[in-house]
């Protein structure tokens, strides 16, 4: 039976954990075996990581077929923003160094973060020379005087926006009294005024901290629960998919290929029992039988979906080629 797998370690500090909640392979989604991913910081006013961000929030994009991380920083009142920046960053960074072995396509990484989390998210959105691909951002910390509220100098992160910021996915609720929807508003304008793509959502009712604005997450109060703010969740995947698109469903099975022909969405392998197709296939990636012995796995993979998500082995002009020479044996 496959299962999530699930690891916690430490980040250099006892007190720094990152969790991650990995979809695990299998021969039935092997449109997936690499997945986009999220990163999730927690809220807290930079004092505490708020359970309610936490776990459920990563099960929750788990369940729409991300690989799902939570991190843990540096909090406390005696901690600086610059420490729980600096673990932020060594998130991002070992979740891309290790984009492999979790199973993870490190070009679509989001940072998801909550409240002071958000502003941790922005942060190294617009200010680390590590930055995530996309960034969505709830009921976020973005000024620099808020920190008056939090007792902590915090960097103003409107001032902070380049054209290298990722695009961001804003939500908010316009009455909330913790941290007013300025900061959103500012943050928006910050982007607009340099072209960087974002949506914002701000909601007309909710209080502070709505997570994903459920009873699941409520905590058992009543104005936790807002099925119109828990929109903002939808929102979200929709949001992403537009960017990153979705999934693979390209593929063909062995009664497809005869019924239909060969084609860049035949899987592989069945490419490779034919000889004028491995022919081809072997004229274009020469080491092609060495992979598919090392990865048995990766011969389920159309040459489309290798393309897309190994360009370095299979790039846009050799699957135009490839797909040319298909055709004409198809004829």
């Known amino acids: 039976m496959k299962s999530m797998k699930h690891f916690e370690i430490n980040l250099g500090k006892e007190n720094v954990k990152l969790a991650g909640y990995l979809h695990d392979l299998s021969e039935e989604l092997k449109n997936a075996a690499i997945r986009p991913a999220v990163l999730i910081f927690p809220g807290g006013g930079y004092f505490t990581c708020s359970d309610r961000e936490a776990e459920p929030i990563a099960l929750a994009y788990m369940a729409e077929g991300y690989q799902t991380f939570v991190l843990r920083y540096s909090v406390g009142k005696d901690i600086p923003f610059q420490e729980s920046y600096e673990d932020a960053i060594a998130a991002l960074t070992y979740v891309k160094e290790n984009s492999e072995k979790l199973r993870v396509d490190s070009e679509h990484i989001a940072l998801v973060g909550f409240s002071a989390g958000g502003h941790l998210a922005a942060a190294v959105g617009t200010m680390s020379m590590v930055k995530p691909s996309a960034m969505i951002l709830g009921y976020p910390v973005i000024l620099d005087a808020t920190g008056e509220l939090i007792g902590k100098e915090i960097p103003g992160l409107d001032k902070a926006v380049t054209e290298q910021t990722p695009p ?36 007309s009712d909710g209080p502070h901290g709505l997570s994903l604005a459920k009873p699941l997450t409520s905590n058992g109060q009543k104005n936790m629960v807002n099925p119109s703010a828990a929109k903002w ?52 990636i020469p080491d092609i039988k060495e992979m598919l012995a090392a990865n048995p796995m990766s011969g389920q993979f159309s040459v489309i979906i290798m393309n897309h998500y190994s360009p370095e082995i299979i790039t846009d002009e050799m699957l135009k080629a490839i797909e040319r020479e298909l055709e004409q044996i198809s004829k």
């Open 233 to 284: 969740f939808e929102f979200s995947i929709s949001w992403l998919k537009s960017m990153w698109g979705d999934f693979f469903a390209e593929d063909t099975d062995e009664l497809e290929m005869k019924k239909n022909g060969i084609s860049i969405n035949t899987p592989v392998r069945l490419l490779m029992e034919e000889t004028q197709c491995s022919k081809i296939l072997e004229k274009y």
């Open 168 to 203: 961001a996915f804003i939500f908010s609720t316009s009455n909330d009294m913790i941290v007013p929807i300025e900061n959103s508003l500012k943050f928006a304008a910050a982007l607009n005024e340099k072209d960087v793509p974002f949506e914002m959502h701000i909601f």
